[in-house]
Each structure stands twice: as C-alpha cells, then as structure tokens.
C-alpha cells in the first residue's frame, strides 16, 4: 500500500491516495482507500518521501506514509483483500525505512517524529466508498469534489486562464508517477496506466479511421476525371458584325456565362441523347470551371471508368463548341433571310418601277418630240429610270450582304475553340485505395490526438483551479 | 518544493513582472504586419511567408517562456481541429477529395488562438508603442499615395521594385482604382495585401489608441491614414470600439481625441472625391446590384454556399471536403465571391464544422472581446465580412489582439501575491484585480 501525500505550508489538506499492488498480478490495480485528512503536525520534505514510496520496491514490505502521520495501509471498504503479513515476505518495517533514508521523520522546530507503525484501527476515513484506480487523477482537479482536496487547494475559486500554469513538473511527478529509480522496479502507476490507454487509444483511432476510409473507398470505387480546355474568343463575334466587349468587367461576365451553357439543356441534352445517357447523370457528372482574369474554360468530366469520363468530357466539349459555333451560324443565317424580306420588298418596288417606267416609255413614244407634253413625259421616264436604277443597286448591295452572311455562317468557327482535347486518364481522381487508408489512419491519429490533448487541457485547466492561490486567506 | 508546486501562480506571476522584454512578441507583430504581402510558391499554391515565421516565431517563444499554451484556449483550438479531422475523414471515406492543403492550413494558422504571451504590463505596453509607431507610417504612407496621385504622379505598386512577382502574394486587389474609369487608386499603404487590411489595421490601431487614452494628435493621423484606403473594414473595427467606450464612464472622457480627426476628416471629404466615394460605397448594398464589394463579400457568398451546402443529405453534416468551397464557386462562375467564415465553413464541413470550427471560433472571440472591447469590430470583421479562415494576417489580426497579448486585468494581476503574517497570501495594497 503506497500512500501518496502532497502538503501545503498551512494546515489544508493534501492531495492523497492510497494505492494497493498486489505482486503478480499483469497489470496491478489500484483502489483508492481513504479520504484526504487534515495533517495534524507539520513534516519535512513529503515529496522526496512520496516520490520514495512511489518506488517502493515491490518484494519489501509495504508501507504507510501520510502527511507526517502514519496512515495504515488497509483494505476495509475496498472490496479486496488487503496486502498483509501473510501475503508478502516480511521484513522489519523501520528496517526497510531506515535502508530508503526516509524516516524519521522530523517536525522542523520539534522532536524526531515516530516511525510509522501499522495500527490495528484505520486512521483515516473508511467510510467513503472506494474509488477506482482509473479515477485517480492524475492532476488534482480530476478529485474534485465539493469539500474534497479542489475546495481544500483553492478556496479563493476558479481563476481566470491568462493566470500562469500552476502545475510544476514535480507536482505531476508526485500525483501522476515517479521516475523509477536505478535499480528498482517502477510500481505503474495512474499516469502510467493513462499513457498506456491514451497509446492504446491512438492505435484504435488510427484503426478506426484506416477501416472507415478503406470500406468507403472500397464502396464508392474509384473515379476518373478527364478535362478538356475551351477558349472562347469574343473577337469571333466581329464576324457575326457584334461589337466586341471591352470593359474588363462585362468581358469576365461574359466567360463565366459560358458556364451556364455548357450545363444547359441544349448541350447536356445532346450529350445524353449521344451517350445514352440520363440527362441529370451527364449535368452531375460536368463541371467547367473559369481561371481568374482568364477566358479558358476547363470542361470537367467524372465517372467510375476512364473511358466513360473521357467519352463525357469529349462529347460535352464537341456539343458545346458545336453549339456556340451553330448558334453563330444561326444568328447569321437568320440574318440572311432577314434581308431575304427586304430584297424581296426591294424587287416588288423594282418590279413595280420598271412597269410604271415602261409605261412611261410606251407613252412617250406615241407623243409628238415638238409636244409639250413629250418633255414632261421625259422627265417623268428620265426620273423613274434614275429610281430604278438607284433600287436596283441597292437590292444588289442587299443580296450581296445576304450573300456575306450565307457566308460567314457556312466558314463561322464560333468564340469557342477546343485548345485541349479531353483524353483518357491514367489515374483516379480520386485518392487510391493505399493513400486513402493511410490518409484515414493519420486523420483518426489527429482525432485522437485532439481529443487526448483537451483532456489535458482540460485537466490543466482543473488543476490551475485547485493550486491557484488564495488572494484573501 | 511542496509550495512552489502550489504557488506557482506567484512565482511565475513574479517572473512576469521580471520580463520587460518581449522581443518574440514584437517580431511576431511586425512579421504579421510589414510580411503580409510576401509568399513563397508552394507548387499550384503560395504560402505566405508570414506563416512559417509565426509558427518559427510562437515555437521559439514556447521554449523560451515568453509564450505559453492557455489550456482553455486551447481547448476550443483542439475542438476546431477535432472537428476539422473528422469531417475531413468522412469526406475521405466518402470518396470526395478534400484538399490536405487547406487541411494543413487549418492546422498551421490556429496555434496563435490558443497560446498566449506571458507579459508584464510594461512588455505589453511596448508591444503596443511599437504597434502604434507602425501603423503612424502606415498612415503617413497611405496619405502620401493618395496626395501624390492628386499632384499627378500615378499609382504604383512600389514593393514591385525591390520584390519579384512572384514572391508577392496573388490573388488580391493590392491596388485599384477609387471607381471604375478613375485615376485615382486606393491606398494600401504599399505594404499591406489590399486597401481594406491596412484599413482594418488603422482602425484596430484607432480604437486601441482610444481605449489607452493615447493623444489626440496619434488618433488623429491614425484616422486621416484611414481615409484614403476607401474600404469600410476599418470603420467596421473602430465603430463598435466607439459605442462600447461611449457606454463606459471610465473610457467615455477618451473619445474626445476623436474631435480633431473628424474635423481632418470632413476636410478630406469636402476637398477631395474621397468624401462622394464613401457615400457611394455606403449605399451600394442596396439597388440590387450584385457586383459592388458589398454585395460580393456580405450577400452572394451566403446566397450561394448555403443552400448547397444543406441541399444534399449526404455531405449536409460533416460537409464536401476541406477547400471545395473555392472550387463551388469557380465551377459557377462566382469566382469574384469571397468565402466568410460561415458560408465557406458550412460548405465545406457542414453542419458538425458550424457547430464546432464556427462555433469555437466564436467562442474563443467573444471570451476575449466580454474584457477587450476594442476587438469587438475585428471579431464582426472575422466572423462575418471577411474570408478570414485561411487568411493567415486575418487570423493572426484577430487572435493576436484578442488573446494573445494579455489583458489590461492580467496585467493588474501580475504583481506578485505577497504572504501575510496570518499565512493568507494577498496581493499588495493598491493593487486591485
């Protein structure tokens, strides 16, 4: 029975418990058996004697030290059996004190204080239920309770954050496991046994995350992206007699309006009557994508197999360049039928004008040249011939432009053009199957380390409350 | 031994007061604060340089002692990357393809929010001189690029002189032009990333100088630094440190230094098109129109990332992988949205990421700022305006006046606790917590 004691410069209470090791057993368990009391007289140096008795060795004889009182080692109320004479090899008690060096123990201003002895009663509270060891704390905060060693440590409350660390290494040392010593077999202790779990609680995190991510790996498949590179090229748009944009602004606006037609109906429609396709399939299998100040457009597609992603990514890529460039072509068309209109109009008006002026002519020639009215009708055909010779030339400036535009829609390239034909891809866009599974291990391993590293704060935290001094005695 | 191991708290308290020095504080300050333009390539990505300093910068001063691990604080940084993890796991296991950069960003940037630096009042003090002597010049530089512009010369990127391009870190609006078509260009104060950092800077410094009660004449240049810049980052910081002090009775007499700053200020507005400027900015929210800053950094991103981000069951909790926010954006033509805090944490790690990474982050903020009302803007600015989750000078902005340095009350706290004749220990007289 190892009792570890932890003492103030006044009368409070200490930070203790009582740890039970039985010899032989794997992984020794520790049962707290009594209560934190109030010491009755000053001691000296209870660290070095914790930190001895921390590092008892286990074939002596077990011993009691409390606080400058003698505490028993007892086992009432534990549920075990207490470690007695009969269960270890016995050696004189005040020998095996006085081999470590630690005892007696002597009161600063007073006499040599008594050896410990074993009483025969419990000194100390037996009443309280035992705890389990794993509900030692480490650090003191983790006892706390209302009235227990938090009250009795840091009766001034809860201090802020931005207040030193309170917890020295020493302090951890005595309350979480002592360094073994040369030569001795260290007893483990609930620090020990914390940072065993905390390890054990890595690996099985790192376990977790590895089979997580494997199984979803292994579910989803993996998937394949092919890209093809557009640029489109608002200077085209001069042959379809468009003013082209300068203002920087509204020329972004006008790429990254391509987006929208590259997953429109009209292109993702064609691709999935192509490709036999869902339509919904094809637009959740795209995506395009515009580089900052830039007027390439990067056509993305994904599937499960490298051939379907480069036929998606090809056919959307042929569809949508096919579709600009047609739209285009169609607008000039339209155009030209446009004109279609007004050069028939223009032809009736011509036809119409050559009638009235072969009229004209047919009348002019029955009049007398020595008549008055011969030099009116003149004119009249003079000026109807100017008429319709000023129609006519324009009705061929008409089916010229018509002509043009026929044109240009049969050579028009479109403001798109494919810089970079979609290809089938080597690998998975997708993380593979050796990357995913460490990429899982080493993300439960950060899990894990994260939830470890907030149970020490935390308990850091605790524990900068229950040492925080009192600023009001 | 057995009382040092209960009395640490003075004992450290008294090698506190001991430390007058704070040099590792002071090159994490000016590195967040002259290196925040300076990133080297990291492959398809930069890293600000500033990072691997701070992190350099913060192990130093753990070893040495002047920096420390505040284990509450803590805490909510280990719950942040707790979460972070797991959803990353799940998005793992889920086949989706989170990006382990952003991933390691989330790691390398937090350390700051849970440490603290272990200061007297006197090292907190000259850590705030220096704060204030820096961002002086930056006021003086940022009022000297906006005179020499109104005199003729044009704007220049100056740091492109001596730094190449490409340790200069992309992807902001170092310098732009006041309006579209303009001449003139908001200030930056050439060292910092975009006008609105410096802007943020100079309203920290603002309401900071305030709060200590520092002259008139250094509120003042602070302020007028603040003009030319055109963003409302630094009214956001300073207004709500304003309003706090004019409810404290203890503060209120300090909001006087503000007077000869406001007079600057209306001078400025009437004699240069600054004063039109922020008219216009302040109303451009409205209208509809979805291409003003505003709109862009308070509107879209929450219109944008959070009805995708709850629409599929699947990635509704633990989110679609660190990164992908950036990449929803692009992939539909919104690459000029930024990404808040929110919108960018709830796509990316769902709903659990909200409860955990928002959630401690806003935990850690408003913990501090319930004793340090001069954050109180800098925590709106990061929790809400900015895309500060892995912006490495945001984080540090925030963390570092937040919780790093320590509070005006610790300071009171760090005289050391003497024992009295009755055995109680007390702090002198005098001296109150």
Excluded at chain 2, 340 to 364: D, F, H, S, T, W
Aim: charged fraction near 15%.
């Amino acid at each position: 029975v190892v009792t570890i004691c932890r003492s103030t410069r006044t009368q409070r209470p200490g930070v203790g418990a009582s740890f039970t090791y039985h010899r032989g057993d794997h992984l020794p368990t520790t049962r707290r058996l009594g209560r934190v009391s109030e010491p009755a007289f000053p001691i000296r140096d209870d660290e070095a004697q914790a930190e001895e008795f921390m590092s008892t060795d286990q074939t002596r004889e077990p011993v009691t030290v409390s606080g400058g009182v003698p505490r028993p080692a007892i086992g009432a109320g534990s549920g075990r059996r207490p470690i007695g004479v009969d269960d270890v090899p016995r050696t004189d008690p005040s020998a095996d004190m006085q081999d470590t060096g630690r005892l007696p123990v002597t009161a600063p201003d007073g006499p040599p204080l008594p050896e410990p002895v074993r009483p025969s009663t419990p000194a100390v509270d037996t009443t309280a239920p035992p705890a389990e060891a794993t509900d030692l704390p480490a650090d003191p905060a983790d006892e706390a309770q209302p009235g227990g060693e938090r009250d009795a440590l840091a009766p001034g409350g809860a201090d802020d954050e931005d207040a030193p660390a309170p917890e020295s290494a020493k302090t951890r040392r005595l309350v979480g496991g002592a360094p073994p010593r040369t030569g001795r077999r260290r007893i483990p202790t609930t620090g020990t046994r914390r940072a065993r779990n905390r390890v054990l609680f890595v690996l099985v995190a790192a376990l977790v995350g590895s089979a997580l991510a494997l199984t979803g790996s292994l579910l989803m498949g993996p998937r394949y992206t092919s890209e093809a590179g557009v640029l489109w090229d608002p200077a085209s748009a001069q042959l379809v007699d468009e003013t082209v944009t300068v203002d920087p602004n509204l020329l972004d606006r006008q790429v990254t309006d391509q987006q929208d037609v590259i997953a429109s109906d009209a292109v993702v429609g064609a691709v999935s009557e192509n490709l036999g396709m869902d339509p919904e399939d094809v637009r959740d299998a795209i995506s395009s994508s515009v580089a900052d100040g830039s007027s390439l457009i990067t056509i993305s597609a994904e599937a499960a197999t490298p051939t379907e992603a480069e036929e998606i990514a090809a056919a959307v890529t042929t569809t949508y360049v096919d579709f600009v460039r047609t739209s285009g072509a169609a607008s000039l068309t339209s155009r030209a039928e446009a004109l279609q209109t007004t050069i028939d109009r223009q032809n009736t008006q011509l036809t119409a004008l050559q009638q009235q002026l072969q009229a004209q002519t047919d009348q002019l020639a029955g009049v007398p040249t020595t008549s008055s009215t011969y030099a009116v009708l003149q004119g009249q055909v003079a000026q109807l011939s100017g008429q319709v010779a000023d129609l006519t030339t324009r009705v061929a400036d008409v089916v010229d432009q018509q002509e043009s535009l026929r044109a240009a829609a049969a050579i028009y390239p479109g403001t798109a053009r494919v810089l970079s034909q979609a290809e089938q891809p080597k690998a998975p866009s997708t993380f593979s199957v050796p990357v995913t599974v460490a990429l899982g291990a080493i993300l439960g391993l950060a899990v894990a380390g994260c939830v470890i590293g907030f149970q020490v704060a935390r308990s850091s935290s605790a524990s900068r409350e229950a040492t925080t001094p009192s600023t009001t005695g | 031994v057995t009382a040092q191991a209960i009395l640490p708290a003075t004992a450290q308290a008294t090698v506190r007061a001991g430390r007058r020095g704070a040099p590792l504080t002071i090159a994490l300050l000016v590195c967040q604060l002259l290196l925040q333009r300076i990133a080297v390539p990291l492959g398809e990505d930069q890293v600000p340089v500033t990072l691997p300093v701070s992190l350099a910068l913060l192990a130093a001063g753990f070893v040495t002692g002047e920096f420390r691990v505040r284990p509450g604080a803590a805490r909510g940084v280990l719950v942040l990357w707790g979460t972070a993890f797991s959803c990353t796991l799940v998005a793992v296991a889920s086949g989706l393809v989170p990006s382990l950069f952003s991933l390691l960003l989330v790691v390398a940037i937090y350390p700051v929010a849970g440490m603290t630096a272990d200061l007297s009042a006197s090292a907190v003090r000259r850590v705030e001189n220096v704060f204030f002597g820096i961002m002086v010049v930056a006021a003086a530089v940022s009022l000297v690029q906006l005179l020499i512009q109104v005199a003729g010369v044009p704007y220049e990127d100056y740091l492109l002189r001596v730094v190449p391009v490409d340790l200069l870190q992309q992807g902001f609006n170092t310098g732009d032009p006041i309006a579209y078509g303009e001449s003139l260009y908001r200030s930056n104060g050439v060292l910092f990333l975009e006008p609105s950092f410096v802007s943020a800077y100079l309203g920290l410094a603002t309401a900071l100088a305030l709060y200590r009660g520092r002259s008139a004449l250094l509120v003042s240049v602070l302020l007028a630094g603040m003009l030319p810049p055109l963003a409302g980052s630094g009214f956001v910081v300073l207004l709500p440190a304003v309003l706090v002090m004019a409810f404290s009775t203890k503060r209120r007499r300090n909001l006087l230094a503000l007077a000869p700053a406001l007079v600057i200020a209306l001078v400025v507005a009437l004699t240069t098109p600054l004063g039109e400027r922020y008219v216009a900015r302040s109303d451009e929210g409205g209208g509809g129109n979805t291409n003003t800053s505003t709109s862009l950094r308070l509107l879209l991103p929450y219109e944008s990332l959070l009805p995708p981000s709850v629409a599929d069951v699947g990635t509704a909790f633990t989110g679609h992988g660190a990164g992908s926010a950036e990449d929803y954006l692009r992939e539909n033509g919104l690459s000029s949205v930024t990404a808040p805090l929110l919108p960018k944490v709830a796509y990316e790690y769902g709903i659990l990421g909200v409860v955990g990474i928002v959630g401690a982050l806003v935990a850690l903020l408003a913990a501090a700022a319930v004793r340090r009302p001069w954050i109180v803007g800098v925590a709106v600015l990061f929790l809400y305006v900015n895309a500060s989750f892995l912006q490495n000078t945001l984080v540090m902005m925030a963390f570092f006046w937040a919780s790093f340095l320590p509070y005006d009350d610790d300071l009171d706290g760090l005289h050391p606790v003497t024992r009295a004749d009755d055995g109680a220990y007390r702090q002198p007289p005098g001296v109150s917590r």
